[in-house]
């Protein structure tokens, strides 16, 4: 891993994010600054298998920042898997003279990076392109502010028309495994429950509190819930609320993908290209096997055998702060 890296290669892996086209722009132009040639890996590591490669130059990212998305495609590949499929990667990479690699996806697309790297010795920098928000090592990730900003929009227009009618909307927002999503969101729209997957959800509570609600006339209720909540999804929720509180008008909006596409927030646009450009920065200082990451509004990189190992926390205080404030 010492040889001096001359050639690089950028891929997006995994659920595609808002930003990561940003994020493409910025170590495109930044490895053609220093001199290198940058080449774009179509559809994740499925192109790196299958020899999908094409050279970038400066004007291959032109006009892409503002775009959702990702121009290079993604896709999950199970060739890579099995070290066959890596050696034919690593064959496709040799050929052209690639010898670093930038890798633009979540823990999973990582974890493959890792894995790679200590099989074939190729250097990889990891920039963490999700709207989970799920990955330890960074305060935010590459994508979360705009998809909570979609679900806050969609959320703010529900409630009018659960003003209007009086009525109980749960709302299903993404969130597999992480409940980030579901947390801001719920709070930046004053919702009265929020039901995320690294929390047990107690029905009874909720219920509970829907009907001191409903005896003191607060008719108005939103409840956010994450699509990986271990007690379901929004339909599920909504199902056993009925059983039990049948006066209640409730409605079902599941918010789905809309969270994944659109225009990338101001913020996210800063953040892909501070990250692209300081990935670039890594293997250029012989900086590898990371993933940048920004803490404090500072860079902060993380080994990769260490960023697959960890998850980022919800702490409680977040916890406490709906409690109060939905009172």
């Known amino acids: 891993m010492k040889q001096k890296v001359t050639k690089i290669g950028i891929l997006s892996s995994g659920g595609d994010s808002p930003g990561m086209n940003a994020a493409i722009r910025a ?38 920042i503002q775009r959702g998305g990702t ?113 801001h969101s719920g709070i930046a729209t004053g919702a009265e429950n929020i039901l995320i997957p690294e929390r047990k959800t107690v029905m009874n509570d909720i219920l509970d509190s829907l009907e001191e609600k409903e005896k003191r006339q607060k008719l108005v209720n939103l409840i956010v819930v994450a699509e990986g909540d271990e007690f379901g999804g929004a339909q599920e929720v909504a199902n056993v609320i009925k059983k039990k509180l049948p006066n209640l008008e409730i409605r079902v909006a599941i918010l789905g993908h809309i969270q994944r596409g659109g225009s990338p927030t101001c913020m996210d646009r800063l953040l892909a290209s501070r990250m692209g450009y300081h990935a670039v920065e890594c293997l250029v200082e012989g900086k590898h096997n990371v993933f940048v990451g920004i803490v404090n509004n500072k860079m902060h990189y993380t080994p990769l055998n260490e960023a697959v190992k960890k998850k980022q926390v919800i702490s409680q205080e977040w916890m406490k702060i709906v409690k109060i404030l939905s009172t």
Not at 33 to 60: A, N, P, T, W
Not at 108 to 137: H, V, W, Y
Request: charged share 25%; with cysteine; aromatic share 8%.
């Open 71 to 183: 121009i290079l495609k993604t896709a999950r590949c199970k060739d890579f898997f099995e070290y066959e499929g890596r050696k034919k990667a690593y064959n496709n990479l040799k050929k052209r003279g690639i010898n670093g690699l930038v890798i633009l996806g979540g823990d999973g697309s990582f974890r493959g990076a890792q894995i790679f790297s200590s099989e074939f010795d190729i250097p990889c920098i990891g920039l963490p392109g999700t709207i989970d928000k799920d990955i330890a090592g960074t305060d935010f990730t590459i994508g979360f502010d705009t998809a909570v900003n979609t679900a806050v929009e969609a959320i703010d227009k529900i409630r009018d028309t659960a003003d209007a009618h009086d009525r109980l909307f749960v709302i299903e927002v993404m969130g597999r495994d992480a409940g980030y999503i579901a947390l």
């Open 27 to 64: 170590v495109v132009r930044t490895g053609i600054h220093h001199g290198l040639e940058v080449f774009g890996i179509m559809r994740g590591y499925s192109g790196m298998v299958e020899d999908d490669i094409i050279k970038m130059e400066s004007r291959s990212v032109a006009n892409i």
